[in-house]
């Protein structure tokens, strides 16, 4: 939600906008006819403090123009970013249900019904087959903007899916996790259950030779790094991506001391062996392709 604030200053009026997530408070405009300004057009980057215009953001696969910072991408955006429009959706027919009856400061089901119009998105997940240039494979996305990108029961059923079918088609399978949050727990076990079914359909890949390439952006916490998005046999980054089971500020406080600089972030876990390359996402197609080339696919 953008919201937008007029301060006088002399002649000049000055508007600062926000937005509910990482984009802070920022001077859009100086002028004189407040009629003139137009809303929600400029963000501020967190990390280099640059203003940066929307359009172009999008246009460079919203990855800051002057610190390469990357912003979260959708998983539609992402999606296109790497297939064009050839995906070929399955999996959809699965919905969420509310099997424990969970109602917390609202029903379970409301707060679906609320992410999927706030996300224009039916779950966390999507995945679907397509070609990569000339390389056909299977994708799936997960999105950190729907319930942080959680795995309930219906994002891990996917994702298993997608598993089986790069396996019986002998396609490679290509996950790009993007999730805060780990399991869902308005759906408890069920949704724990899930490390362990995504687990053992990618192992079920590795003993049929059928390459899995696991894409990790920010964030990628707890139990969905806890199963499928660190079991790749190429594991990627996106720069600078925090990359983890759990938080750095539970880790202190649990074991009463000071983390490295730089703990949990992708060049770290390069440096210690977790993941084997950091790629700049708008190079990520390309890595991608010779990536596939080298596992002779
Ligand atoms: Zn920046």
């Not at 009856?101 to 966390?124: C, G, P, S």
Request: hydrophobic content about 40%; proline content about 4%.
């Amino acid at each position: 939600m953008i919201i937008g604030i007029y301060l006088g200053f002399g002649n000049w009026d000055l508007e600062f906008s926000t937005t509910e997530r990482s984009e802070e408070a920022v001077p859009l405009f100086f002028s004189t006819k407040k009629k003139d300004i137009p809303h929600g057009l400029w963000l501020k980057c967190p990390d280099c403090g640059g203003i940066l215009f929307k359009k172009t953001l999008r246009e460079n696969l919203r990855v800051c123009p002057k610190c390469a910072y990357h912003f979260t991408l959708g998983a539609r955006e992402r999606i296109s970013s790497l297939l064009g429009k050839d995906f070929k959706e399955f999996s959809q027919g699965i919905k969420t249900a509310n099997p424990l009856n969970f109602t917390a400061v609202k029903d379970y089901r409301e707060k679906i019904a609320e992410e999927q119009k706030k996300t224009e998105l039916d779950e966390a997940c999507l995945v679907g087959e397509g070609h990569l240039d000339n390389k056909k494979v299977i994708l799936a996305v997960t999105d950190s903007r729907f319930m942080m990108g959680s795995m309930g029961s219906v994002v891990g059923e996917r994702i298993t899916q997608a598993a089986e079918r790069a396996k019986s088609k002998k396609i490679p399978l290509v996950i790009v996790s993007g999730s805060g949050g780990g399991a869902r727990m308005q759906e408890g076990m069920l949704s724990l259950m899930q490390m362990a079914k995504t687990s053992a359909a990618i192992s079920k890949l590795d003993t049929s030779s059928i390459p899995f390439i696991s894409i990790l952006t920010n964030p990628t916490m707890a139990g969905v790094l806890a199963s499928f998005a660190s079991l790749g046999d190429v594991i990627i980054a996106e720069p600078r991506a925090l990359i983890g089971f759990t938080g750095p500020r539970v880790i202190e406080q649990t074991i009463r001391q000071k983390l490295p600089a730089g703990f949990q972030k992708s060049e770290f876990l390069l440096q210690h062996g977790l993941i084997d390359m950091i790629v700049d996402r708008r190079k990520l197609k390309g890595v991608l392709k010779q990536v596939l080339e080298c596992l002779n696919i």
